[in-house]
Antibody, heavy 120, light 112 residues
Framework: EVQLVESGGGLVQPGGSLRLSCAAS????????MSWVRRAPGKGLEWVAN????????YYVDSVKGRFTISRDNAKNSLYLQMNSLRADDTAVYYC?????????????WGQGTLVTVSS | QSALTQPASVSGSPGQSITISCTGT?????????VSWYQQHPGKAPKLMIY???KRPSGVSNRFSGSKSGNTASLTISGLQAEDEADYYC????????????FGGGTKLTVL
């Protein structure tokens, strides 16, 4: 069974940092692009970042460029999101999702999400 | 404001059919057959329902179907069931600036 399990969320002050992790199992992790998607309270889904299989290409939504870094460790079947200079509007449930094997794809499956709250 | 426009809510009675629209631009929905749809129940992870405009993943009911015309994609649910009540999101690849993926604002489906 394909499974994605996020961890690392929590309460952080504005300007602080947090590192999210996503443990993947049930598929060949190194064969897929991977993604982070978030949902802020009372709002819709927002794509955050994508990373290619070998980590050679990363893409971000404009609002997190320069603050967030997506990375992966294929030996550990793990995906990460390093979040720096956090702002109140980064408060959201962050989901890890498998993308596809090429630049085009879709999000399937998704993890259960981890809540990040940015507040003083 | 989301990149793709969806109605905030739709409703229907059990057994009926409903359609949710998703309007984008010539830079996303209109240029790529890369529209996908997701169902999200409260407190749960989103679930892929449709990909590449019309394709249904294994295990998704054939009551769900997708289509596209110009810059507007649509999700149709036939034979509405109580369990279909959820939020639905459309999504499209957008190649206007490098790699980009955009979502609609979501549609709350209520089964009356």
């Amino acid at each position: 069974e394909v499974q994605l399990v996020e961890s690392g969320g929590g309460l952080v002050q504005p300007g602080g940092s947090l590192r999210l992790s996503c443990a993947a199992s049930g598929f060949t992790f190194s064969s897929y692009w991977m993604s982070w998607v978030r949902r802020a309270p009372g709002k819709g889904l927002e794509w955050v970042a994508n990373i290619k299989q070998d980590g050679s290409e990363m893409y971000y939504v404009d609002s997190v460029k320069g603050r967030f870094t997506i990375s992966r460790d294929n030996a550990k079947n793990s995906l990460y999101l390093q979040m720096n200079s956090l702002r109140a509007d980064d408060t959201a449930v962050y989901y890890c999702a498998r993308w596809g094997t090429t630049w085009y794809g879709w999000f399937d499956p998704w993890g259960q999400g981890t809540l990040v709250t940015v507040s003083s | 404001q989301s990149a793709l426009t969806q109605p905030a809510s739709v409703s229907g009675s059990p057994g009926q059919s409903i359609t949710i629209s998703c309007t984008g631009t010539s830079s996303d929905v209109g240029s790529y057959n890369l529209v996908s749809w997701y169902q999200q129940h409260p407190g749960k992870a989103p679930k892929l329902m449709i990909y590449e405009v019309t394709k249904r993943p294994s295990g998704v009911s054939n009551r769900f179907s997708g289509s596209k015309s110009g810059n507007t994609a649509s999700l149709t649910i036939s034979g509405l069931q109580a369990e279909d009540e959820a939020d639905y999101y459309c999504c499209s690849y957008s190649g206007s600036r490098n790699f980009n993926v955009v979502f609609g604002g979501g549609t709350k489906l209520t089964v009356l």
